[in-house]
T-cell receptor
Framework: GENVEQHPSTLSVQEGDSAVIKCTYSDSASNYFPWYKQELGKGPQLIID?????GEKKDQRIAVTLNKTAKHFSLHITETQPEDSAVYFC?????????????FGTGTRLTIIP | NAGVTQTPKFQVLKTGQSMTLQCAQD?????MYWYRQDPGMGLRLIYY???????DKGEVPNGYNVSRLNKREFSLRLESAAPSQTSVYFCASKEIAGRAFGETQYFGPGTRLLVL
């Protein structure tokens, strides 16, 4: 089955600097890669996603890049703010009618230092 | 829209006790999922239901059963709780299975379960 590795497990960044979280996946058939943000005591919330036919996607201060050849994808947060502090999860999935399952990375705890 | 709701928010059980975690969604989604979240292990899929009337095992199904009661509700049952089932449980739903769109899973707020 799919295996997703996520690095780093913890990341501290000065407010205003950029943060980068990286994930690798094992199944070359995976074609959907979402990123979730989880704040303390809450459920994960989708912040951005990318499909395998796209190399990069941006939404304001957040961007995701995908390298299908190397089987890795990354989350980039620019101009970080205190409210960006949270745990971030990457995930991978392949479309399989009726049997799609997300495989999650182990999470990155991002701390923004004021 | 309340989205995905879960009850209870927190529960303490003794080893061997049983309980059912409830999940409901009001987004008319077809697919629903149960995950558990443990420190350092991300979210692991327990069971899922691609559509009303179907359920399938995920990565860690042992010790659990599920019921897709109707399109809105998907419950998770622990028949005989064990300390290893101490975790945070999340329910999620997704609009459509097997399409290029609709992969987004929406998560509930979670149920924190402690088994003594």
């Amino acid at each position: 089955g799919e295996n997703v590795e996520q690095h780093p497990s913890t990341l501290s960044v000065q407010e205003g600097d950029s943060a980068v979280i990286k994930c690798t996946y094992s199944d070359s058939a995976s074609n959907y890669f979402p990123w979730y943000k989880q704040e303390l005591g809450k459920g994960p919330q989708l912040i951005i996603d990318i499909r395998s036919n796209v190399g990069e996607k941006k939404d304001q201060r957040i961007a995701v890049t995908l390298n299908k050849t190397a089987k890795h994808f990354s989350l980039h947060i620019t101009e970080t703010q205190p409210e960006d502090s949270a745990v971030y999860f990457c995930a991978a999935m392949k479309s399989n009618f009726g049997n799609e399952k997300l495989t999650f990375g182990t999470g990155t705890r991002l701390t923004i230092i004021p | 829209n309340a989205g995905v709701t879960q009850t209870p928010k927190f529960q303490v059980l003794k080893t061997g006790q049983s309980m059912t975690l409830q999940c409901a969604q009001d987004m008319n989604h077809n697919s629903m999922y149960w995950y558990r979240q443990d420190p350092g292990m991300g979210l692991r899929l327990i069971y899922y239901s691609a559509s009303e009337g179907t359920t399938d095992k995920g990565e860690v199904p042992n010790g659990y059963n599920v019921s897709r009661l109707n399109k809105r509700e998907f419950s998770l049952r622990l028949e005989s709780a064990a300390p290893s089932q101490t975790s945070v449980y999340f329910c999620a739903s997704k609009e459509i299975a097997g399409r290029a769109f609709g992969e987004t899973q929406y998560f509930g707020p979670g149920t924190r379960l402690l088994v003594l």
